[in-house]
């Protein structure tokens, strides 16, 4: 990939969204032309189809660079896991103080393409928060080893907190987890399990569904018989109300054509958390939903009034 220009100065919220948008026009779990054949293979193939990890088709080799979006002050890592697997990951430090200096993001992905096409949205995060940005790339993704299923990733997120918590700049800052779609799903069960320990102090969910068993008949409506077949669960809807102290915004694109604005609607209402701020983006689709005005804003918001507070 050729060098892009260096993104627009702080708080030009649109070019660099847009920007990452290029990167983000990714199918989510399969396009509509693989309906018929997820029908036949979706028990025996369903990983395949749910991690489409070589999409685009370079996706395993070519993983965007942060110099390549003006990025300079970040190390590029690969992180063991406890069951052998390689991790490769960005830590991306602010170009400046900011409202969250003391701020760590922990961002995961979607379920196609890698960490380097998400590198805009990171860009921005840092230049808006001034905070930490921490990407990792799932198992079998990119330019880590491995392949993705549900417990090899809930794996691979509890190592990347882990390892947050045991460096020597990011063990003392809040973290805050954010999750795209199935990155969402990751999110949830990584906080879940963490909420005890203190040190995560805001959770943001972007366009993420109730189950797989539930999403397959909207994405595989042929298949949609087959969906108790599906060993791959995700069950937000089961783990999001054990969530009660941690702060959780949810952003919802209302015209998300891959999982239905309803999911998002329905963890907010099952939510338990103290304190939730429901957000929506009324032309927001799954994969640009980061591009519509409003979405930055209302993260910074959150961040400065949920998660930073009385610390200003």
């Known amino acids: 990939m050729s060098e892009s220009p260096p993104p627009p100065p702080s708080w030009s919220i649109t070019g660099m ?13 399969a396009s509509s032309g693989l309906a ?3 029908s036949g293979l979706l028990y025996f193939k369903q990983n395949e189809l749910i991690y489409p990890r070589n999409i685009p088709a370079d996706a395993r080799t070519n993983v965007p660079k942060p110099r ?7 190390e590029e ?12 990951a960005l830590f991306i430090r602010p170009t400046r103080k900011g409202v969250a200096s003391n701020v760590t993001v922990l961002m995961f992905h979607g379920n196609a393409g890698n960490i380097g096409h998400r590198i805009p949205i990171a860009r921005v995060m840092q230049d808006v928060l001034g905070c930490n940005v921490f990407m990792l790339e799932y198992r079998g993704y ?30 003392n800052t809040k973290f805050v987890v954010y999750g795209q779609s199935l990155g969402g799903a990751v999110s949830i069960n990584l906080v879940a399990e963490n909420e005890d320990k203190g040190d995560i102090k805001g959770l943001i969910l972007e366009n993420t569904f109730l189950s797989i068993r539930k999403l ?5 409506p042929p298949a949609r018989y087959l969906a108790r077949f599906c060993h791959q669960y995700w069950t937000s809807e089961e783990v999001l109300p054990k969530i009660t102290k941690i702060p959780i915004l949810f952003l919802s694109g209302l015209k998300d054509e ?3 604005p309803s999911n998002m609607t329905q963890l907010f209402a099952i939510c338990q958390s103290e304190r939730k ?23 910074h918001s959150f961040v400065k009034e949920e998660v930073v507070g009385d610390d200003q």
Do not use: C, M
Request: no cysteine; hydrophobic share 40%; aromatic share 8%.
């Open 277 to 299: 701020v429901w957000r929506t983006l009324p032309n927001g689709a799954h994969n640009d939903s980061v591009a519509e005005p409003g979405y930055f804003e209302h993260i």
């Open 77 to 88: 890592l690969q992180i063991p896991t406890p069951d052998g697997e390689s991790l490769h």
């Open 142 to 171: 990119g330019l880590s080893t491995g392949v993705p299923d549900e417990a090899g990733l809930k794996i691979d997120a509890q190592t990347a907190l882990d390892y947050l918590r045991q460096r020597a700049e990011t063990s």
């Open 68 to 74: 390549q979006f003006g990025i300079t002050n970040y």
């Open 216 to 220: 397959i008949p909207t994405v595989f």
């Open 36 to 38: 018929v054949v997820a």
């Open 17 to 29: 969204a847009n920007n990452a948008v290029q990167f983000l026009r990714l199918p989510v779990i």
């Open 258 to 260: 891959i999982v239905p």
